[in-house]
């Protein structure tokens, strides 16, 4: 449960940088590009890796914003099934990386994703 919170802390740690760079909407299509801008950057991907990349942020994000993400209003139930669809998102997305990122590149990702769960943010 405590990995899970905090899968969906870094999921908002994303939003929360995404969104003190535009506008105050959360955009699911300008989530995606500065998720995708990260990994580039942090990755070094190259043209390919970085198409096919932006496309599983860009399906990742659509569905992230499909739901209603106030947590203040949402019941237990609500916020349990919530993170439980948070969770099944990021593991079929990251199952999409490892397919399209070199070993090297996914083991920093993975371990990258670990230090965020961990507290430490990007």
């Known amino acids: 449960m405590k990995k899970l919170l905090v899968l969906i802390v870094a999921v908002f740690a994303y939003a929360g940088v995404a969104m003190a760079q535009g506008p105050m909407q959360m955009d699911p299509k300008e989530m995606a590009k500065f998720m995708t ?10 043209k390919d890796q970085e198409a096919k990349v932006s496309e599983v942020n860009k399906e990742f994000s659509k569905e992230m914003f499909s739901s209603p993400m106030n947590f203040m209003e949402m019941g237990d139930e609500e916020r349990q099934a919530f993170m439980a669809k ?27 994703q670990e230090e965020m769960r961990n507290g430490g943010g990007f």
Do not use: C, G, W
Request: hydrophobic share 25%; no cysteine.
């Open 86 to 112: 948070m969770q099944k998102l990021s593991e079929a997305r990251d199952k999409k990386f490892k397919e399209i990122l070199t070993p090297e590149q996914y083991e920093k990702y993975q371990k990258q």
């Open 37 to 46: 801008e990260h990994m580039v950057s942090q990755y070094d991907l190259n």
